[in-house]
């Protein structure tokens, strides 16, 4: 089992704390089914006609085999919007080589809350930083020692997090992995988007009140998703067709009950082409009526292998 990253330098206050839906994306993102799905499209030796490909049982092995087929495709580029306390991202990116066969993610995030934004860049480094120690033990096993090697010579390249509206800063088509645990409860209405001088600014003659209503905001664009809880994800599935690359970009994407997945399923299905959806993980009935799924959103093509533009727009 991967660590679940550290966020214990997190101030709640202001940040979402990682909760069922946070460890959801993690079982979903870690289990065997979707490790090989991750592996098969942007694992080394993507752009190889799959029976080049070395299929090895034994990690040492794996990891050599790794380092040279590194070099023969790009680092695939992940985006997490809506970071929150950063834990997802920061699992993703500490353990790019065990989710992914490959170290030398490009991972990205962006929140609209500028405390998100600082938390979980620190989450991310410490995560990272945490897992390079481990793999230093003097008692780690030879298999480790090979990943290390691997590591170090094509690292992960964090990118650090964006203030921003969803994706809005980056190119079109140069997402390959997209995380999205969005604002999902169903409520009267949106909170307003933060502004650098209105609802996140602190100011030195702030009262008690005017403290506890800003960081009540800032909660609530963690969770209030308006009508049917669907509002910010229905804006995010309008842009994703054109945002992920073609033709590997995946994306996972967190709905509860009352979000209707099987609507948002047809939507995506609507859209044609080799479009695929999928339910990926569930946390069953233990949520009561917010019941969750992972959604997983990618394109079944032959052409998986085919080499992509994966610039970034910062």
């Not at 839906?21 to 991750?38: G, N, Q, T």
């Not at 967190?254 to 946390?283: E, F, H, I, Y």
């Given at each position: ?14 940040v ?15 289990s ?104 230093t ?104 067709p ?18 209707k ?23 069953g ?18 052409a ?11």
């Amino acid at each position: 089992m991967l660590p679940t990253p550290s966020t214990d330098h997190v101030s709640f206050e202001r940040v979402y704390e990682p909760a069922e839906d946070s460890f959801l994306f993690l079982d979903a993102l870690s289990s065997e089914s979707e490790i090989a799905f991750l592996k098969d499209r942007f694992g080394p030796g993507r752009g190889r006609p799959k029976e080049l490909r070395r299929d090895d049982d034994d990690d040492g092995d794996e990891a050599q085999s790794s380092g040279a087929s590194l070099a023969l495709s790009p680092s695939p580029v992940v985006l997490e919007v809506g970071v929150g306390s950063g834990v997802v991202l920061a699992f993703v990116t500490a353990h790019a080589d065990v989710l992914f066969g490959r170290p030398d993610i490009v991972s990205v995030g962006s929140d609209v809350n500028r405390f998100a934004c600082a938390a979980a860049r620190q989450t991310v480094l410490t995560a990272v930083d945490e897992e390079r120690r481990a793999r230093t033990r003097e008692d780690a096993p030879a298999a480790t020692s090979m990943r290390r090697q691997t590591c170090r010579q094509y690292p992960t390249l964090f990118q650090g997090i964006m203030q921003a509206d969803l994706a809005a800063p980056l190119r079109t088509g140069s997402v390959d992995v997209l995380l999205f645990n969005p604002p999902y409860v169903p409520t009267s209405e949106l909170p307003p988007l933060p502004h650098s001088n209105t609802s996140s600014h602190l100011g030195d003659n702030d009262t008690a009140e005017e403290l506890f209503q800003r960081d009540s905001h800032l909660l609530s664009l963690s969770y209030a998703g308006g009508s049917d809880g669907m509002v910010v994800t229905s804006r995010l599935l309008d842009q994703l067709p054109d945002l992920l690359s073609r033709p590997l970009g995946v994306a996972y994407i967190l709905l509860c009950a009352q979000n209707k997945p099987d609507r948002v399923k047809q939507r995506v299905r609507g859209w044609g082409g080799d479009w695929m959806v999928d339910t990926v993980r569930t946390s069953g009935t233990r949520a009561g009526w917010e019941r969750l799924q992972i959604i997983k959103i990618w394109r079944d093509s032959d052409a998986a292998l085919c080499p992509r533009d994966t610039d970034l727009k910062l």
